[in-house]
Each structure stands twice: as structure tokens, then as C-alpha cells.
């Protein structure tokens, strides 16, 4: 997750010659002369990501079979978007014509003229009424529909259940404050033999968004409620700062290598050499196909401090060029592949399973209404109607704290969550998390507790199902936080 509001574009524009035009965007040619609509689209699956590689192609053929006068041609990329050369393809018309944003660069993209006004065919879209009203609105500029959510994260506390156990930590109560954070980096370094407790990003432009997370953690935010002055010269900022430096200079919890980007982190954690790290919960799959680590020592839980944390998704806007016929393909491809709950390549738990792939990540939802079923299927028994993480079980729930609250719910303007306490101006209070049996009412200790927090597991046994209908796994290492 980046924030891409004030970029300015690049100078130098790669050249896209009529000979390569396969490989860049479009920009209006339907080949229609053969009868097809055809369509580039991006974020295929690398080639490394064998698995995710086959689910895509198998989606797109199966798309080609039921729609033969649309010709989809998928690029891969890794990652999905790459800061250093999106706005130049923007500007040199080498954009696909189904192109992957994130959610912070939608409005960037309608501001420079570089995106296709979708409001006279969105109507056209099966599922787009289904989806959740505040992420519509982050691709809606002055009324007019850009763009269409895919997916959306909600940042919390990725950490290693054996090293906890190592360390004579409760891998079912991982920390919910800073200081309980503090303690356990400490004894998980104690472990030696290089191990680290806490680790954080900080070179290439990561470190300044993973401060906005954990400031939002300790009730503070970066700017004020008009938008008008910074406000990271806090009380809150500080904490922030000082936790960090405490942990670095006076526990020796952080390791001495410092300037890490996320894949250092996600190497650490994979190699079982790191205790914990703020991330999406899409990081999850990536350590496992990529990094090394066993979905049965990975687990997820809520953002440490408990006062809001981050959150942020991904979407698809359409080359400014793109023809109606174009557009039209497009909206019927994102349908089928993203947007069809239990079905498509984020949303087919049956393959998903099959490939050992975890099924139904922690996310914020994504639908409503029927599309996001408060039933689990399989079990025959309602589950509370507040809003729940994506859960799969090793074993049925009896108790409905189980299925503990949601991480975040997706507020467009505000791009953070409350989970408890007072509310900004303007905007909007989500649930609160349902506390868990047995778990302290004492502001002292903290936010409430999950029981257990979230744990990946590699397949869902025949009697098991995700809680919710909306799950999905990504593979790019990149692609959130």
C-alpha cells in the first residue's frame, strides 16, 4: 500500500512501438476487424507463482469459452503496479486497457485525464450494487464511476506461533499493546542465533505509511480533522518513535540491520528468524509459496493498541482510450474472475482447497446483502450478524467469539478504522470487536482479546467453511503492506 495523491509524472516516457504493442496497452484498438473484442488486462500471476499462474489462465479460458467474441490478452507483472514506471505508461499510453490501481491512486488517475469514465456501463456489471457502498465511493469523482473494487486489507500483527512457544509466550494471546509487544520482542530475542522480535520497514518510501499505521494504533493520526496541518509532533507520534527506539537501542529486540523493505521482513519471518511484523493478512500466502514458512506457525491479529489501524485495497480502472465495446468486455471479466463470490480466482475455495491454499484470509468485507451470506455454509447455523473476519476453522465454532470482529471496516476518506472511542469529524464509527470469553474488562489491559486470534491452516477439513462468502489469496509479495 503506497499513497500516490502528489506524484508527479516522470519526465521520460518509455517508448511503445507498433512492433511491441502486444505487450503495452491498447488504447482503443478492439481488433475488431476479426470480430473480437479484445482486451489487455495486467496483474497476471508471475510464472514463479505456479499455482495462482494455472488458477488465472484456467479463468481466463473459461471466461473465453462463455464470452467467444471477447479476446482477453493477460500481461503479467510483479509486482501488479510498479510506482517507479505508472505514470509513465499512464502518460505514454502503454497502460492496459483493464489496468490494477490502488485505492490511493484512484483519484490521481481521474486528476491527470488518464482513466475512462465507466457511469454509462457500470449498470452493466452484475455485481457492482453488491459491493459495499464506501469502496464504490473511493473510484466515484464528482459523481462519475472510474474504476471497480477488488479487494481490500485491513493491517494487523503478523506473527510466528513456534517462536512464541520457544519463547514461553502464549501463541493464543499474542500481544494487544505496545508495551505487551515490547515484552515479547525481548524474549523472542533472547531465543539467539540471530533471531529478531520485532522488525519494521523503513527504506524506499515504506517506512512513512508503516508510522501512519502504528500512529493511527495509538489514537493518533498525520493530519488534522480539516486536512489543513500535520499532526505526527504529538503526544501519540511520539510514543511511536520512542517504542521503536526502546526496542532498537535499549532491548536489542530489532536486530542490527535496519533499513528493511518488506521483502527482508517477509524473508526473516519465512526463515522462522522473526517474531513479529505489522502486514495485511494477504502476507500470509506469500510466506508459505514464496518464503518458506508453514501455514501452522503463521498467525494474525488484530493491530497492536487497538485505537484504529490501517487499511487500504486494490481495484481495476479502464485506459482512457478503451472503446465501448472495450469497456464492456472488461466490466464482464472483472465479474468473472473477481467479483463472484464462491466462484473466480480469488473466490473459489473448492480449487483453493485442493491446492492447499488457505481459504477465507481476515479481510473487511467486500459485498452485501445476499452476495455476503451471514450463514456458513455446511454448518446450518446462523453466526452472529456483526461483521466477522474471514475465519477457517480447524474445527466447527461453539463459541460464536470464535469469529472475532472484523480488523476494519473501509472508510474512503478516512482510510483508517476505529474500533472503540470517540469518532473524527465526519466520519464514520464501525463495530466493535466482540470481546472473547474470559478475557479481561480492564482498560489496563487493553482492547478486547480474539479467542483464539486468527490462524492460517492449510485446507479447510469436509465439515469446516470460511464465514463469510468473500475470501481470496494473493500472491504478489508486494501488494499490500
Known amino acids: 500500500m503506497r499513497s500516490t495523491g502528489f506524484r508527479h509524472a516522470l519526465l521520460t ?5 507498433s512492433l511491441a504493442l502486444s505487450a503495452c496497452g491498447s488504447g482503443g484498438e478492439d481488433d475488431s ?65 483493464v489496468f ?50 477488488r479487494t481490500g486489507y485491513s493491517m494487523g500483527l503478523i506473527y510466528h506461533r513456534e517462536l512464541f512457544e520457544k519463547a514461553g509466550l502464549d501463541p493464543d494471546r499474542p500481544p494487544a499493546t505496545w508495551d ?62 520512542q517504542t521503536l527506539h526502546d526496542m532498537r537501542w535499549e532491548d536489542d529486540s530489532m536486530g542490527s540491520k535496519q533499513l528493511l523493505v518488506i521483502n527482508d521482513v517477509q524473508q526473516m519471518m519465512g526463515a522462522g528468524k522473526l517474531g513479529m511484523y505489522l502486514a495485511a493478512p494477504d502476507n500470509i500466502p ?22 484504529a489501524t ?10 482512457k482510450k478503451a472503446t465501448p465495446e472495450q469497456i464492456r468486455a472488461g466490466l464482464k471479466w472483472l465479474d468473472h474472475m473477481f467479483l463472484t463470490p464462491g466462484d473466480g480466482f480469488l473466490g473459489d475455495y473448492a480449487r ?42 480447524t474445527a466447527a465454532p461453539s463459541d460464536p467469539s470464535l469469529t472475532f470482529g472484523a480488523l476494519g ?28 470469553t474470559g478475557a479481561s474488562s480492564s482498560r489496563s489491559r487493553g482492547p478486547p482479546r480474539p479467542s483464539p486470534p486468527w490462524r492460517a491452516v492449510s485446507s479447510a477439513p469436509p465439515h469446516c467453511r470460511p464465514t463469510t462468502a468473500t475470501g481470496r489469496s494473493r500472491t504478489s509479495s508486494t501488494s499490500s503492506s
Open 100 to 149: 490494477y490501481t490502488y485505492f490511493t491512486d484512484a483519484r490521481h488517475v481521474v486528476d491527470i485525464g488518464q482513466a475512462a469514465d465507466l457511469t454509462p456501463y457500470v449498470k452493466e456489471l452484475k455485481s457492482y450494487e453488491t459491493i459495499q457502498q464506501q469502496l464504490r465511493e473511493i473510484y466515484t469523482v464528482d459523481g462519475r464511476v472510474y474504476g471497480i473494487p
Open 13 to 17: 516516457l518509455l517508448a511503445c512501438s
Open 33 to 97: 476487424a476479426s470480430g473480437k473484442t479484445r482486451i489487455t488486462v495486467n496483474c497476471m500471476p508471475p510464472k514463479s507463482a505456479k499455482v495462482d499462474r494455472q488458477f488465472f489462465e484456467e479463468d481466463v479460458a473459461a471466461f473465453e469459452k462463455q464470452n467467444p467474441d471477447v479476446d482477453v490478452v493477460p500481461h503479467d507483472a510483479f509486482p501488479c503496479q510498479d510506482p517507479k514506471t505508472f505514470d509513465a505508461k499512464l502518460a505514454g499510453g502503454q497502460m492496459e486497457d
Open 409 to 436: 471496516t473501509l472508510l474512503p476518506r478516512a482510510f483508517r478504522h476505529h474500533p472503540d472511542g470517540e469518532t473524527p469529524p465526519g466520519r464514520e464509527v464501525p463495530h466493535s470487536c466482540p470481546k472473547s
Open 286 to 307: 506469500i510466506l508459505v509459496k514464496e518464503k518458506g514458512a508453514e501455514y501452522e506457525d503463521i498467525a494474525i491479529a488484530p493491530m497492536p493498541g487497538g485505537k
Open 180 to 241: 505487551e509487544v515490547r515484552a515479547a520482542a525481548k524474549k523472542i530475542a533472547a531465543l539467539g542465533d540471530g533471531t529478531v522480535g520485532y522488525a519494521d520497514y523503513s527504506a524506499q518510501n515504506q517506512g512513512g505509511w508503516h508510522f501512519t499505521a502504528e500512529l493511527y494504533s495509538q489514537g493518533g493520526s498525520v493530519v488534522s480533522a480539516d486536512g489543513e496541518k500535520a499532526t505526527v509532533d504529538t503526544p501519540e507520534g511520539r510514543a511511536v518513535l
Open 352 to 393: 483453493a482447497k485442493m491446492h492447499d491454499a488457505p481459504v477465507g484470509l481476515p479481510e473487511p468485507r467486500l459485498f452485501t446483502g445476499a452476495a455476503d451470506s451471514s450463514r456458513t455454509p455446511g454448518m446450518g447455523e446462523k453466526l452472529p450478524d456483526a461483521p466477522r473476519v474471514r475465519v477457517t476453522f
Open 310 to 319: 490501517l487499511i487500504g485495497g486494490d481495484g481495476y480502472m479502464f485506459h
